[in-house]
């Protein structure tokens, strides 16, 4: 009788657990309160849910593209391509005719003035390495000033053939004809290249390529990302030309401000050679030691490198990136 009666019991006791497992919700307001949550999410809310989940998709495709273009651009440059980017026609041969010439022609000179046979070896390996590659550097940031200038107004004639109704294609073969240099033989190349089967996407980025520049990677990723995910591309591209005329006037600012350093910069860094120059003219036999012995010659070479070691740390100093 007691062993029917625990159990009795026990059952009860599972039975009244059983119920208010199901009816606790209830009692404490989760069933009301999911129920708000649903009643909250209008549709309205359900479009703002689906568009915040298509700009997450958008900003992930941004950031792979970017890290794209990064990668790209930190690879090993080859000759074949600092010529292309520099805007240079040349070929191997022709560098190294060039360096050989400059080699030559800067050991002739150092010896001239020097008498030294060994320090006209140094400089002949600098007039070999250094000073094409400076050239190449020299070339390559002129272009890429020069595309900058004249990037914004192509932008601008994309924007306002796409509103009136021109594919994206004739926006780019009027661009080739009527741009500016070096943007009208880029875009050149853009357009010659989808004529051979590449699409509008594939043929931006290799700009990136030719024209390593903040500009032509931020116009690669809006015409990747528009042929990716859609949207308006007039108005991303408006975008774009405002953000890339406000990044002039920041560099115009910072230019301006730092104009006062850049000078005082540049008369340090010519002190020492300009009063070297005018002493040896005026007192040749007074600075006839540092080029006639040994241990004038190790002075020459300290002081240069001292020299430099100065000048890249003004240039540090004054230097910004954008």
Known sequence: MDTH??????????????????????????????????????????????RSKDNDNKRKQVAESLKEIDHRLKKKLTLETRFMQAGLNWTRGKY????????????????VVSHSLWLAVVMAGVGFWGLPL???????KRRLKAFTEAFPPAIDIIIRGIKSGLPLGDCLKIISSEAQEPVRSEFRQIVETQMVGLTATEAIERLVDRVPSSEASFFAIVIGIQQKAGGNLAEALANLSKVLRERKKMKQ?????????????????????????????????????????????????????????????????ISFDF
Not at 6 to 16: D, P, Q, R, S, T
Not at 134 to 140: A, E, G, S, V, Y
């Open 5 to 50: 009666a625990i159990m009795v019991a026990g059952l009860v006791i599972v039975a009244v657990s059983a119920v208010g497992f199901a009816v606790m919700p209830y009692l404490t307001g989760e069933v009301r309160a999911e129920a708000r949550r649903e009643n909250l999410i209008k549709p309205g809310a359900k479009e703002n849910v689906a």
């Open 96 to 111: 190294y005719v060039i360096s050989t010439f400059m080699a030559i022609a800067s050991a002739a000179l150092v010896f």
């Open 134 to 140: 400076w050239l190449l550097t020299f070339f390559k």
């Open 253 to 317: 600012k910072i230019k301006a401000m730092s104009s006062e350093a850049t000078a005082s910069a540049g008369i340090i860094g010519s002190l020492p050679i300009a009063v070297t120059t005018l002493i040896y003219f005026t007192s040749p036999k007074y600075m006839s030691i540092l080029f006639n012995t040994s241990s004038g010659n190790f002075v020459i070479v300290c002081s240069l490198f001292w020299m430099f070691c100065g000048i890249m740390v003004m240039k540090k100093m």
